[in-house]
């Protein structure tokens, strides 16, 4: 989907959504975002990262989840927006993440928090504003006015296709 593509008014619901679509929501700094919830597999503390040599930036490393292998993705990073990780006195870190499938392969999100589940309804999903950064733009389908804030809504699949061919 091409960037003029997500400024169009939206049309067929995605699949597994009827009039209303559930997120998780998760925030990055002070925005809100919203993952749809069919897409959420887990959410977890990680805490133990082996980080990957030469891997792109946005990629904090591999975990075991439940002997699996999972990429830890930063969504802070993926966003733009810079990233500090935090140690304590054993130089150990705890991270929020969100467990997510993609193309057969386990990531987590690492995100600043974990909101609600919310349930919206369809009509109230508008298209991207034409002044959102453009790295946000790529990684997002839409956005929902709440009371007090904005919900940009994720597209997981372009959030997740990263270009490790790039990286090797």
Known sequence: MTATDKNKPLGAPP???????????????????????????DVFIANRITTVPRAPGEIVGLLNLRGRVVTAICLRRRLGRPAPLKFDAQGRTELTAIGIEHEGE???????????????????????????????????????????????????????????????
């Open 106 to 168: 386990a990531f987590a999100l690492i995100v600043d928090a974990v909101g609600e589940v919310i349930r919206l309804d369809r009509s109230t999903l508008e298209p991207l504003p034409v002044h959102l950064d453009r790295v946000w733009t790529a990684l997002a389908m839409g956005v929902h006015r709440l009371s007090d804030q904005l919900l940009v809504v994720l597209d997981l699949d372009a959030v997740l296709d990263l270009d490790l061919r790039a990286a090797a």
């Open 15 to 41: 699949p597994g959504f009827g009039d209303s679509l559930d997120y998780v929501t998760v925030r990055i700094g002070d925005q809100l975002l919203g993952l749809p919830i069919g897409r959420v597999q």
